[in-house]
Nanobody, 126 residues
């Protein structure tokens, strides 16, 4: 089973940037489509961005398109989320998640994810 670990969260001011990382272990990361999700206090977990196994196809939530960039490096089993022009409404715990190995599913809903990381906190101050 794949294990996922996020890092890179922190506290930034409005307009600032952060880069999140998700490192996979236990299985070759190249076998998984993958995605980033986030959850604010009292809210449901929501989709942020996803990427296919090859890294050639990406999908974004409307709220982050043009500000966030998802990417991956299968050689190092790592997925990234570059977040620019951050806003207070981006404050949340950010999670990486994958569906089952070799699944055709591109994770854009929480129900499509089989394995989650523990999350990393992102806080944007106004």
């Amino acid at each position: 089973q794949v294990r996922l670990e996020e890092s890179g969260g922190g506290v930034v001011q409005t307009g600032g940037s952060l880069r999140l990382s998700c490192v996979a272990s236990g299985r070759t990361f190249g076998g998984y489509n993958a995605g980033w999700f986030r959850q604010a206090p009292g809210e449901a977990r929501e989709f942020v961005a996803s990427i296919d196994r090859s890294g050639g196809s990406t999908t974004y939530a409307d709220s982050v398109r043009g500000r966030f960039t998802i990417s991956r490096d299968n050689a190092t089993n790592t997925m990234y989320l570059q977040m620019n022009n951050l806003r207070p409404e981006d404050t949340a715990v950010y999670y990486c998640g994958v569906p089952s190995r070799w699944s055709r599913t591109i994770p854009t809903t929480s129900s499509s994810v089989d394995s989650w990381g523990q999350g990393t906190q992102v806080s944007v101050s106004s």
